[in-house]
């Protein structure tokens, strides 16, 4: 009967719906996130300016500024250079940036760097945006030099027409000769 009843006891412990009490995924897997590496730390970041407007990426640009001066890293470096190529904003510097991308394509110990292929592309991209910027400044400086010429022969033009106006005139108003 002793049997009977451990048996009844061990039964009745037991749940019906027979799930482990443990969840699937286990708790620390949830919680601590990978590192991120590098080039996606800073998409992340540009990702997040792209969502500012101008004060709140002037203020950012200070505290890349402070965060380059405190610490002069690959990242902090390339997000200060980010910054300051940032299209549409009033502090855009491109010689800055160049400036802070140069260490990237001139020393040899940065070759094994995970930025620097980023850094070459933005480098590249800033001196083709500069290259782009010159031409249609020349481009500009040649049409203003066209419109003048053109301007001082209209004048000419107008001159002589006027000239023209003026010698019809005359002989209309001569006596004329029987």
């Known amino acids: 009967m002793e049997c009977i009843f ?42 997040r300016l792209l969502t500012m407007k101008g004060a709140e990426l002037a203020s950012e640009l200070d ?32 010689n800055a940036a160049l400036a802070l991308l140069n260490p990237f394509m001139k020393d040899k110990n940065r070759e094994g760097s995970t930025l620097r292929p980023l850094a070459i592309w933005l480098h590249s ?7 782009t910027d010159e031409a249609l400044q020349q481009q500009t400086a040649k049409l203003r030099e066209e419109q003048r010429r053109t301007e001082a022969l209209q004048q000419k033009l107008d001159a002589i027409l006027d000239m023209e106006m003026k010698m019809i005139e005359r002989e209309q108003n001569l006596p004329k000769k029987k």
């Open 6 to 47: 451990v048996a009844v006891a061990v039964a009745a412990c037991t749940p019906v719906n027979s799930k482990p009490t443990r969840p699937d995924t286990l708790w620390y897997r949830s919680v601590v996130e990978p590192m991120q590496s590098d080039p996606d730390r800073l998409v992340r970041y540009y990702d």
């Open 63 to 94: 505290v890349a500024r402070e965060s380059f001066e405190k610490d002069k890293s690959e990242l902090n470096r390339l997000q200060l250079a980010l910054l300051l190529s940032f299209p549409g904003t009033g502090y855009r510097d491109d």
């Open 125 to 131: 991209e800033l001196l083709e945006l500069r290259r």
